[in-house]
């Protein structure tokens, strides 16, 4: 018997997840603008301004997690479809943010396996950029 997790079960296991990523970005010493901001048709998991010696960059930043590995990581999984949804998702975004819009922006995706209060994290920087969606 295959045991059907429940809504609530899924969306605090994803809940930990985003805790862990983003607490693994914030020691990198980004920092935090903004988490699950959602948009008809798209939702961004987490906003963050990395500092860097020519400026502050924005980055968007997909949070996948995986038990394990048997439909492939996390990685993978952020498709061209996926893509396009983020890529409209922070166009919205930076559409209400102004003084967002004038910084550098960039697409990173975080890969989590393992258990939900203690994954395993991958950080892929500037895992897309606008002429792959």
């Known amino acids: 018997m295959v045991a059907i997790e429940s809504p ?57 997690y995986r038990a394990g590995a048997a439909f492939g990581g996390g990685f993978v999984s952020v498709d061209r479809g996926k893509r396009r949804k983020l890529v409209r998702a922070a166009q919205l975004y930076l559409g209400s943010h102004p003084r967002l819009a004038r910084l550098p922006c960039r697409f990173d995706v ?14 892929m920087r500037d895992a897309f950029r606008l002429d792959d969606v």
């Open 8 to 64: 609530p079960d899924r969306r605090a296991r994803g809940a930990q997840v985003e805790a862990a990523a983003r607490a693994r970005l914030e020691h990198a010493g980004l920092r935090t603008v903004a988490a699950n901001v959602s948009y008809r048709g798209g939702e961004l998991d987490l906003v963050m301004i990395e500092p860097g010696p020519s400026g502050e960059i924005l980055v968007f930043v997909e949070v996948r």
């Open 110 to 123: 975080i890969e989590a396996c393992g258990h939900p209060a203690a994954p395993r994290i991958e950080w």
